[in-house]
């Protein structure tokens, strides 16, 4: 069974940054579409982020376009979400999860059957 492990969270002040990491247990991560998503106290999960396999497409959330970067490593087995100009709002818990059906860069979260543990992210402003 495959493993996803988040790490990178922490404490950031406002307009801070942080890279988050998600490494898989095989290398069978280097052909699923790859995502993040947030789900802070309360409210729902939100997608954040996907990337495709072949690094040939990504999507994003309107809500962290222009601030967050997705990419991958599938040599390493490693997917990573880099965030800059955090902001108070960005306080959740982040996860990385894998879709091992679909080449699709998709938003909806019940397309990802494998999900990390998760890492919690905090923002102070």
């Known amino acids: 069974q495959v493993q996803l492990v988040e790490s990178g969270g922490g404490l950031v002040q406002a307009g801070g940054s942080l890279r988050l990491s998600c490494a898989a247990s095989d290398r069978t991560l280097s052909t699923n579409t790859m995502a993040w998503f947030r789900q802070a106290p309360g409210k729902e999960r939100e997608f954040l982020a996907a990337?495709?396999?072949?690094?040939?497409?990504?999507s994003y959330a309107d809500s962290v376009k222009g601030r967050f970067t997705i990419s991958r490593d599938n040599a390493k087995n490693m997917v990573y979400l880099q965030m800059n100009s955090l902001e108070a709002e960005d306080t959740a818990v982040y996860y990385c999860a894998a879709d091992q059906i679909r080449n699709y860069a998709g938003s909806n979260p019940t397309y990802y059957n494998l999900w990390g543990q998760g890492t919690q992210v905090t923002v102070s402003s």
């Open positions: 990337i495709t396999s072949n690094i040939d497409h990504t």
